[in-house]
């Protein structure tokens, strides 16, 4: 399978990096106190334990290559944020053994949070019992102050949690995308136990897991804001299975998952304490499509103002998800996104919200109409044919002064 997503827009903001190896080092054994890796590539000889108190910082741009199946483990602080085409690379020199993953614990003594941002993660690999099988890129266990944004997560493995498993974490991830990971359990690309995490502005795509391909939750409630859950497969739940947990889902888009044989639903209610609520979504089949012991009559959960319709993405043979012009999830999203706490930007890197309202999803369709807004100055002329664009940390570049149009 090719790493291929979105091909422009979504590879510039997620997936590609600098290849360039201009100066490496080795590493391994017990980080005791501050240290950068500020070199171009870090082959990691060994399990890598960043102590408590102390903080690794990892240089845009760098390639973590795992010379075997080593783990790095965060009992203090990890720091690692890639810029647009400098992204950070973790991935393992065989990638059939793969890598063992980032391991964090215990966050409680941590004044700043472990921040990751436009990294690439690939071909993570938890194997054996208990903990040491979940969490193929990431595992979090009572770690909260964790912030991953603008990263890939494709190809990693685990007994649970394929991409990442977060146990007693309430993490924030924000415009990921989780593509080709796979879980012999749950949660294929995503699993949450005893966790509230914040999902924005992420897509779920080709994940795969017996129960809940896309994401798994157990005895969770997190926020699941402008998601995409597509062509992930399972045999229960191939977009979603909730075991004890109530979510809340809105601006999302569940479509197209596939199930195995004998398999039962996209979402999956699995017993009756499991009352998700959905609004402002579009779900393939409404919620006369839900499964297991919490559906049907025993679903009593808010479900509002959403949409059951496909939702014309530009190409899905180029997991180009971007919806097309006249799409029924332009312009549905929840009316008023004050209370949100999303990101300026969408998956792409383009304006979180054009055309007035927030689309469903996380790709937000940029709208080339013209926009008329209120003049800088009496009698000036106020008709543009695109949105300002934002940079990856919510800035406009392009303040356009001219023609009365002041853009911050």
């Not at 009593?300 to 993405?313: M, Q």
Request: proline content about 4%; some cysteine; overall charge neutral.
């Amino acid at each position: 399978m090719r790493e291929r997503i979105f091909l422009s827009a979504v590879c510039a903001s997620v997936a590609l990096g600098s290849d360039a190896a201009a100066t490496s080092i080795q590493a391994g054994g017990t980080i005791a106190s501050d240290t950068t890796w500020s070199v171009d590539t870090v082959k990691v000889v060994s399990d890598v334990v960043v102590d408590k108190g102390a903080t690794l910082t990892i240089r845009k741009g760098a390639l973590v290559e795992f010379q075997a199946h080593y783990s790095l483990q965060v009992k203090g602080r990890l720091s690692a944020q890639g810029a647009a085409g400098d992204t950070i690379r973790f991935q393992s020199k065989d990638t059939v053994a793969g890598w063992a993953g980032i391991r964090f614990s215990e966050d409680s003594a941590l004044v700043d949070s472990s921040r990751l941002s436009l990294c690439r993660f690939r071909y993570g690999k938890a194997t054996g019992t208990g903990i040491s099988g979940y969490g193929g890129a990431i595992f979090a266990n009572k770690y909260s102050k964790l912030s991953i944004a603008r990263c890939l997560f494709f190809g990693n493995t685990a007994g649970s949690g394929g991409g990442i498993y977060l146990q007693f974490s309430h993490a924030r991830i924000v415009n990921c995308a989780f593509v080709a990971n796979t879980a012999d359990f749950y949660g294929g690309g995503l699993l949450a136990n005893y966790s509230n995490p914040a999902v924005i502005g992420s897509l779920f795509d080709r994940n795969n897991a017996r129960t809940g391909g896309g994401i798994d939750l157990q005895n969770s409630a997190p926020q699941i804001t402008n998601v995409l859950a597509t062509r992930n497969s399972a045999v229960t739940g191939s977009a979603l299975r909730c075991f004890s947990s109530s979510p809340t889902v809105r601006n999302t888009i569940i479509w197209g998952n596939h199930l195995f044989p004998a398999g039962e639903g996209q979402v999956v209610l699995h017993d009756d304490p499991s009352e998700p609520a959905f609004s402002y979504s579009l779900i393939e089949g409404g919620k006369a499509a839900f499964t297991g012991d919490g559906s049907g009559t025993s679903y009593t959960g808010t479900f509002s103002d959403n949409i059951d319709a496909d939702p014309v993405f530009e190409d899905t043979s180029k997991s180009n998800f971007k919806l097309k012009a006249g799409s029924p999830a332009l312009n549905k999203g929840i009316p008023d996104i004050s209370s949100l706490d999303l990101p300026a930007v969408d998956l792409a890197g383009e304006a979180r919200v054009a055309g007035g309202r927030i689309d469903l999803g996380p790709l937000e369709r940029q709208d080339t109409t013209p926009i008329r807004l209120r003049p800088a100055r009496p009698g000036a002329i106020t008709e543009i044919s695109r949105p300002p664009r934002i940079d990856a940390l919510g800035r406009c570049p392009e303040r356009w002064t001219g023609m009365g149009i002041r853009w911050f």
